[in-house]
């Protein structure tokens, strides 16, 4: 397995990349509201890259509605483009999921989604940028 190429800027330039918004959850990984996020309901054809550094990270055909007002995808685009760590924060024991690339927090991934995997990536609709009609 190689080493992929990995992006890292000092927290000071990631902040003259992101909006405030964006730099919140990505670099201090924070969580946008349920069911604000502009990509909960997107159902179009594409891929949805990091917000961050633009890696493919999922595909509109691995969406689905979960209902939990976030993001949802029971598939990433391929298995080296996130990375999970376990997260302890808030008192819950969860499995924090970031962009392989580049760090960025994306959400959390929990182990109630659709077959065949069983898997819900629950992902923030700031951490990603929608490629519409992008070829997968
Ligand atoms: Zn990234």
Redesign the pocket.
Known sequence: MTEKQK?RKTEEEWRALLTPEQFHIMREKGTEGAFTGALVDNHDDGIYR?A????PLFTSDKKFDSGSGWPSFWLPVSADAIEAHEDNAHGMRRIEVT?A????HLGHVFPDGPRPTGMRYCINSASLAFDKDAKQ
Do not use: D, E, L, W
């Open positions: 992006v990091c961050a550094c633009n890696s962009c690339t580049c760090g960025a």
